[in-house]
């Protein structure tokens, strides 16, 4: 039988975790928080925040991947502590809008900058999507290897640009060139205001995505090693660049002119360099989501994979190349999902709706701690080489922060909830037909 081969490094990994947060958001989303969080002080407050939840999901899923070194990451994590009915209906959210959802979206930005990069007309757009779609579709067939060299060829670009926004931006504020007038106010205290509490919701979701490295934890070289380490070092590298990117943005442009701003990155590489500035950010943002759209065809996929491995999903799915070892049905009917969304463009209503989805199973996949450390002690097995610090209390609190984090979204759009909730329980069906058509399915103790 085909396996996956491991020939991810923990260099690579740790690219594979920054590269799968950092897409377009910190280059064009904090306007967002700024406008919610109304004070300068209460903005850096929120990002700060966020990434303290970001560090707890990395100790938790470091923990996780450690335990459960095994491709499909958090399905396999629901499936052994909750069962395969939640596994399946996770696997089955992102393949029907989370993650092909976000190729497509990331595809069309990545199209939009590159054709104003190039100076090409709006009609190329959508080729230009979907030709990067298929593209990279491709070389994930070709293997792993490619696809993570790609992954941290483009996170290296990313972070030079990223980096050099924040230089510069330093540099200014040292250099005391014409800049708005100091607007680090102090935090309030006392009680968490409103605003504040609003401002987490989309900084939250901008820390997302390092869970997407324990999809490929059968590729890591030494997973049980590695991929904690590359965890740790790249939700801590994002965690840094976010904060001092947003310090900048603050500084240069004021908190009124970040909260005002649809592109806050451009508009500050503006203030500081003019128009090349606005053109050198583009390109930053041209890159950065190549690489974020290579890393999301190469993950997510390994879920499908392991799903119907479990026999409840087509088998097709479960299938590898033989030479590449690739996951080749489910890249390519990834992509062609992904293709469609894009042409009939109704993927960004999608993943408004089902957005939430994905911090209900971020939650139920960080109490899993609780049932493998039970279990793992009954069985007298040895504990993993990273253990989550204080992990009673981190994973309780990463808990209360995706309840959160999911009460924010459906308070905003109950009925944009109501329509997630239809979609992701459109996967029941499926999955009855599947156990029906196939008999018992890989579970708790098999």
Known sequence: MTTYARRVGLFEGTMMVVGGIIGSGIFLNPSVVAQRAGTAGLTIAAWIIGG???????????ELGGRRPEAGGGYVYLRDAWGPLPAFLYAWTLLLVIATGAIAAVAMTFASYAAAVAGLPPAAITPIALASIVLLTFLNVLGVKPSSVTTSLFTLLKLAALGFLIVAGLAAILGRSALPAPVLLPLVHGAVPASLAGALVPVLFAYGGWQQTNFVAEELVDAPRNLPRALLWGVGIVVVVYLLANFVYLRVLGVGGLADSTAPAADTMQVLFGPAGRTFIAVGITLSTVGFLNLAICANARVYQAMARDRIFFDAFARLHPRFRTPVVALVAQGMWAVVLVL???????LDYVVFGDWIFFGLTAATVFFFRRQ????????PEFVTPAWRLSTLLFVVAAIYVVAGSVTASPANALRGAVLILLGVPLYLWRRGRRGPERGIGN
């Open 52 to 62: 303290g939840v970001a560090i707890l999901g990395a100790f938790i899923y470091a």
């Open 344 to 350: 009939s463009g109704t993927y960004g209503e999608l």
């Open 376 to 383: 793992d002690a009954r069985a007298g097995a040895a504990e």
